[in-house]
């Protein structure tokens, strides 16, 4: 255990310079039966849309602060502390950017120790110390919460969450300990642990509140006022705080190590056994079975000062800085003032792909919609779908009934093709095929304005190809999503050497109102993720008709971190799809890209792989071992070569992809990967890894990165 008092915290001043310090003003508060409560507001003099956060030189601030009430409380003047934040936000959680800049595992421990100790002061006090989460409350932000004796929560919060797993940390500051000791371990484990894997899924105040991290919720109307004059019913003992999972309440010999089994068997099932922070946090959880508080904050300062020091945490801040600030800025972008106003979208199209477009568009754009197909039982099955989709968002309670019926109204089906007329945006979702593609087209250019822009969607194939027949192929423009459309948030903008600004200027400017995030590319087979992962399962059906079992190719690519294997990718993507991707890429690239004919055959199948509960793949069906056999050879791969050769051909491809000007530099693929594959944060996207596994090194004698994005640990 540590005694944070005799700690020399000042070899942190160093990172201190450029920190956009959170102040923490005091004003005395009298409550209503005359007691004093001194309200601290946490500031950092920013609007909203820079939220406060936790750096070193706030934290001394804040602890300076505490202390110095800590001294009022013990001569009678202040009967309670409450802590708050400025509109909107109480905080953001650590300053990851002073965090990154960490030269040494010294450094690493004080920060973790510096948390610990100013946040810790909150429940040491001499009176009780009430946390008023009036807004946006990550990682340290909870810590905050935590620490103190009572919480309450706005009703508006715009998000509660400890997302540090998705980092490559733990909660570092208390939440580790804390959390399963308040609200039960199944709980925690979720708050923790599953939500931040789940594409960093955030909590709204009712299910924290629900789950017992806070102790009240009140409307934003009067929260601040609710919240006081709640606590000052706590002082006086006319509010009685009852909580499910008080300490004796909670259940620890017998659910607590069968939660954390379970727990174990599911990140080992859906992550494999890469990553480190999930098991890092699981540990925690574990040992916060037992023991004191002052040993619980010990281990998270050693495990938190492991990981800031180490590669994985080194490329998440990569990829974090990319997903927050690249992404939000699109490189090749023109200037927003140059797109045409989109007011009514046309799909051509009435299946699953086209209903999901038109989903979308309706929601995010809300403009009238027009969908299409050859015959009117196609076209009134899609927009039954749709109004079906919209019900499901209703019944949620995601949209309200005046909503949802304007929603419906907006979205009309037709088999008339002369009703596009006067849509300014047409995005077709028809069968992957060049000459479809051309003629869908043909057909809806003669009806539309010459300056409507068109849109395809198309996963591989050549957009230029596609707009060969067109009239005005300066309108044409790649516009690739991924599926499924509501959730992946990249598209792929695909320029052609035809393809004016103001057609590129509106693509970006409907992506960003659809809420995605764009990447340019230009049009080269596979644009980027779809090129990527054909080379990633290409290896592994070289693999398999070489002879390798397919469990030993499956567990070849674990140590890439992706979140699915190579086969319940293809599963996943389906195999028609995989075969045609695959046929695309080594027709344009035969010597580099892998396709068999028994691809299609597979494909054909209702059932390729059989997989357990979980979704990991267990092995082929007996149909397809039928169509495999006298197909395989007898050369089996090891794990070992079978890994190189998907780290090379990556390598190799990344490298011909930037020096063909796909995309402009390698932080767009590694985007674009993040965002459109779930490429792990831990990896940064592709090209970081590969720099450290040496690939790029063998395969072109230099790393993308200069110098290669390390942890401190490694430097």
């Known amino acids: ?140 932000g909870v810590e905050i919460a935590l620490n103190a004796t009572y919480r309450t929560v706005d009703a508006s919060a715009a998000a509660i969450a400890l997302p540090e797993v998705f980092l490559g940390l733990i909660p570092g500051w208390g939440g580790a300990y804390l959390l399963p000791n308040l609200i039960g371990i199944e709980n925690a484990l979720e708050v923790v642990i599953s939500n931040p894997l789940k594409q960093n899924r955030t909590l709204k105040p009712r299910q924290a509140y629900e789950l017992g991290m806070f102790d009240a919720i009140f409307s934003p109307a009067n929260y601040l006022e609710d919240s006081l004059a709640w606590a000052d019913g706590v002082l006086s003992g006319r509010v009685k705080v009852e909580r499910k999972n008080e300490p004796g309440k909670i259940e620890r010999l017998t659910k607590w190590p069968i939660a954390i089994k379970m727990a174990r068997g599911m990140l080992e099932s859906k992550i494999g056994t890469v990553p480190r922070s999930p098991y890092v946090a699981l540990d925690l959880l574990e040992k916060a079975r037992s ?197 992946m948030p990249l598209i792929e903008i695909v320029k052609t050497p035809a393809t004016d600004e103001q057609t590129l200027s509106t693509a970006f400017v409907v992506a960003k109102g659809l809420g995605k995030n764009a990447v340019l590319t230009a049009d080269a087979p596979g644009f980027v993720v779809n090129r990527l992962l054909a080379k990633v399962m290409g290896e592994a059906a070289r693999a398999v008709y070489e002879g390798t079992p397919l469990l030993t190719v499956e567990k070849a690519f674990a140590p890439l971190g992706l979140p699915m294997t190579p086969f319940q990718l293809i599963d996943l993507v389906g195999w028609k799809v995989a075969a045609h991707v695959q046929d695309t890429m080594s027709a344009a690239f035969p010597d580099r890209f892998f396709s068999s004919e028994n691809f299609h055959a597979l494909a054909e199948l209702p059932e390729v792989v059989e997989k357990d509960k979980h979704g990991k793949v267990t092995g082929w069906t007996k149909a397809a071992e039928k169509v495999l056999k006298g197909a395989v050879g007898s050369s089996p791969a090891s794990e070992a070569v079978i890994l190189q050769r998907v780290q090379d051909g ?58 290669p994005i390390r942890g401190i640990a490694a430097r």
């Open 291 to 487: 023991g004191t508080k002052e040993e619980g904050f010990a281990r998270e300062d050693e495990a938190l000062a492991d990981l800031v020091v180490g590669d994985q945490f080194a490329a998440s801040m990569y990829a974090f800085d990319l997903v927050q600030k690249r992404a939000k800025r699109p490189v090749g972008a023109p200037d927003k003032s140059l797109a045409k106003k989109v007011t009514k979208v046309g799909i051509i199209g009435a299946g699953l792909m086209a209903s999901q477009f038109a989903l979308l568009f309706v929601r995010r754009l809300k403009v009238p919609v027009l969908i299409t197909d050859l015959d009117q039982a196609r076209v009134d099955k899609g927009v039954a779908h749709i109004h079906e989709e919209i019900g499901k968002l209703e019944a949620k309670g995601r949209l309200d009934g005046d909503t949802a019926n304007q929603l419906r109204g907006l979205v009309r089906g037709t088999t008339d093709k002369s009703e596009y007329a006067d849509c300014d945006f047409v995005i077709e979702a028809v069968f992957e095929e060049v000459g479809v593609k051309q003629q869908v087209f043909a057909e809806i250019e003669s009806v539309i304005a010459p300056d409507a822009i068109l849109a395809t969607n198309t996963s591989s194939l050549s957009v230029e190809e596609i707009g060969a027949k067109l009239s005005h192929p300066e309108r044409l423009v790649g516009f690739h999503f991924f599926n499924p459309v509501a959730v």
């Open 650 to 707: 990556l390598a190799q491809e990344i490298r011909i992809m930037l020096d063909e000007s796909v995309v402009p530099e390698v932080e767009d693929i590694d985007l674009c990967l993040i965002l459109g594959a779930a490429w792990p944060f831990i990896d940064g996207g592709a090209s970081p890894y590969l720099d450290r596994e040496g690939a790029s090194e063998r395969v072109f004698g230099d790393t993308f990165h200069h110098p």
């Open 1 to 140: 255990m540590t005694n944070y008092d005799a700690v020399d915290f000042s070899p942190l001043n160093a990172f201190t310079a450029d920190e956009v310090v959170t102040h923490s003003p005091v004003r005395d508060v009298r409550l209503p039966s005359g007691k004093v409560l001194a309200l601290i507001t946490l500031d950092n003099g920013r609007d909203h849309t820079r939220p406060n956060t936790l750096g070193p030189a706030t934290l001394m601030e804040l602890g300076e602060t505490l202390a110095g009430l800590r001294a009022r409380a013990s001569a009678g003047e202040i009967h309670a502390v409450g802590i708050t934040g400025k509109q909107y936000i109480l905080a953001a959680g650590a300053d990851l950017s002073d965090v990154s800049r960490v030269p040494s595992r010294e450094s690493a421990v004080l920060i973790a120790q510096l948390g610990h100790k100013v946040l810790g002061a909150l429940s040491d006090l001499g009176v009780p110390s009430f946390a008023f989460v009036n807004g946006l409350a990550l990682g340290g």
